[in-house]
């Protein structure tokens, strides 16, 4: 049996911007044009099981304003967050690269949500407001990809990173295998789908 | 026939006095003489087309241009669009036919902004143009033209959610060799719309009781980020632009009703805020955007 019960999808923002404003370019500019691609974002979510991990790809768009990163990055998590929807989504974003990266951790920010960002080829970052504790707990399970429930108490000796630990994993920015217990980074798991 | 006398120059400093004439006065047909403007920037582009349109709605008539003497400015406006943006606006006896000339050198032409799809526009255009324009004037590296993509696009969204009415955007780089000893862009958007009183009133005017003004509407939406909407992701465009200005020492101010409020630089003596103006409907927000230092 899997350790990991996640449907894998992948999402090209670009190409649904494309589609959304019939535009040659891929400025993700305007409330409404945001929230038009969230909608088509949900609706591929709805599409698959349960429990979903999906790649939110930005690589190919060109112009990022607070207003659609409000919709497409913070109300996104903020649709799926724990207790909020029929859903458990896990969600990594790709291509949150200098130009994106300020519009971003400033609705993260404002929302006091967490996401889990690729900010150049193969460098993952946690982004919005985040403890120290949270910080290096999800450092550690980063740069290892799997942490087994056994060596935790040994890779995070204090209690208040472990505590992190399980805040992350409710903060879905980490994924604990309910078949396992093992700790998996986000990162990792989309591998396949980059 | 009433006569309003346009400024020789006709730009963000002038403009509130501009805009405060035009108002003076009854119904009937109005003749805006512009024959002795000299020098007009963005910020005056747009209010000439947001006060005949005052002028044109209050009185049902079209108001009457005189065009300026000088050619050069005569060439300008037409290089900026303005022209043809005021179709509708005025009567302007054999308008200039645009010269086949290149607007190469403009950074924005007068863009009215009805609905998203001008947003895209205006960004689609402004990708076009602005990275040279930005490197070569200001000495901003290539990323800032993100940074200014996404200024323009809040600020002309605000149009769009805030005013519910239609307005104009259009900038444009100067050399201020002798204003400020470095070149700027100059950017403007107007709107015509309910202005900041009117949109934040039904959800914030109870907490200000009897203070509640066109200024503390300012103040509210300016420095603290109010908005009419309840969802706490909206009200962030303005402080963003704000926090964007800033990092490039500009200046922003905003208009907006009988009040003007603005976040200025050292280099800029624009009071922080100004009361008592006329009642002029809607929005009219300028950027002033200076080259680094050592550009």
Known sequence: ?194 | MRVIAVPGSLDHQSVDGFLDASLVGGEGKVLMDARHLRWVDPNGMVALLAAGSVIRDRGGVLPRLELPESTDVQGYLGRMGFFDAAQGIYDIEGPPARRGGSTSDVLLEITPIQANVDVHSVVDRVQARAGAILASKLGYPASAVVQFSVILSEVCQNIIEHAEAPGWVAAQAYNWARRLGRNVVVISVMDLGRGFRGSLGDEHSGRYADRWSDATALEAAFLHGLTRFPDSGRGQGIQQIRRQVRRWDGAITIRSGTARIGQVPEWDDTPPMVDGLAPFPGAQISMILPAREEA
């Open chain 1, 1 to 194: 049996m899997t350790d990991l019960p996640l449907d894998p999808i992948a999402i090209d923002v670009g190409s649904l911007v494309q589609r959304t404003v019939a535009s040659l370019y891929s400025h993700l500019v305007t409330r409404q044009t945001g929230r038009a691609v969230r909608m088509a974002i949900e609706s591929q979510l709805s599409e698959a099981g349960r429990s979903t991990l999906s790649l939110v790809d930005l690589s190919e768009v060109t112009i990022l304003d607070f207003s659609c990163a409000d919709e497409v990055v913070a109300k996104l998590i903020q649709a799926h967050a724990p207790g909020q929807g029929a859903r458990d989504a896990f969600f990594v974003f790709r291509g949150v690269t200098e130009p994106h990266r300020d519009q971003i951790e400033v609705v993260l920010e404002r929302h006091g949500l967490l996401a889990v960002a690729e900010t150049e080829p193969g460098r993952f970052e946690l982004l919005g407001i985040r403890s120290d504790a949270e910080a290096r707990a999800w450092s550690t399970v980063e740069e290892r990809g799997l942490v087994g429930h056994e060596e935790v108490d040994t890779l995070l000796e204090d209690g208040e990173a472990r505590q992190a630990l399980e805040t992350l994993v409710g903060r879905h920015v980490i994924f604990r295998s309910p078949i396992s217990g093992r700790y998996h980074a986000l990162s990792r798991l989309v591998d396949r789908l980059m």
